[in-house]
């Protein structure tokens, strides 16, 4: 957004161009905010700089998260729009553009991870449990079992337990 020699808020680019940008929600979300923020620091700090740089702030968290594509295609929008309307400096925008150009490429990735076929899903059910390790990790006996029971229940203060409930051992082969 510019101010005119008045004050007033006014956009950078022709009314039509302004009007369509804010067809979608998220910029006008940010738009709104952006002009709450400013509006309401201008009257109780009465300083033009701090209203901007205030406003900047709350633009920028306004904008949706870069998560889906929804919201990755809104925050371009948002992004676009504060660069056209002097709300976000260029260098700003353009890490923010980068960012954005990143989540697609990530979103995009686990869209396509999570087309795997039901033959890919299969072949992965049909692999044994350790097939990465050389050996399988040998079961603990009976008596090691029993060891690390009373071990678990003394450190939690239920050894009295154990001893007042004589159960009787079992084998298990």
């Not at 009007?19 to 033009?48: F, G, I, M």
């Not at 697609?104 to 039901?118: D, E, G, W």
């Not at 350790?130 to 040998?138: F, G, L, Q, Y």
């Amino acid at each position: 957004m510019l101010l005119d020699s008045c004050g007033n808020l006014r956009p950078q680019h022709g009314k039509a161009d302004h009007r369509r940008a804010l067809q979608n929600p998220a910029v006008a979300h940010c738009q709104q905010t952006w002009e709450r923020v400013y509006r309401s620091v201008l009257k109780y700090r009465k300083s033009k700089a701090l209203a901007l740089f205030d406003a900047g702030v709350a633009f920028r968290e306004a904008m949706p998260l870069l998560a889906g594509h929804e919201n990755i295609s809104d925050f371009i929008a948002c992004v676009t729009y504060g660069m056209e309307n002097l709300v976000l400096m260029e260098d700003t925008g353009t890490k923010l553009l980068y960012a954005a150009q990143v989540a697609l490429s990530a979103n995009r990735r686990t869209k396509r991870s999570k087309k795997t076929s039901q033959s890919d899903l299969k072949a992965i059910d049909t692999l044994p449990l350790h097939h990465n390790s050389e050996k399988t990790p040998p079961l603990a006996t009976t008596i090691e079992n029993k060891r690390l029971i009373r071990i678990n229940r003394e450190n939690k203060g239920l050894a009295g337990a154990e001893s007042s409930q004589k159960q009787p051992e079992t084998a298990i082969f």
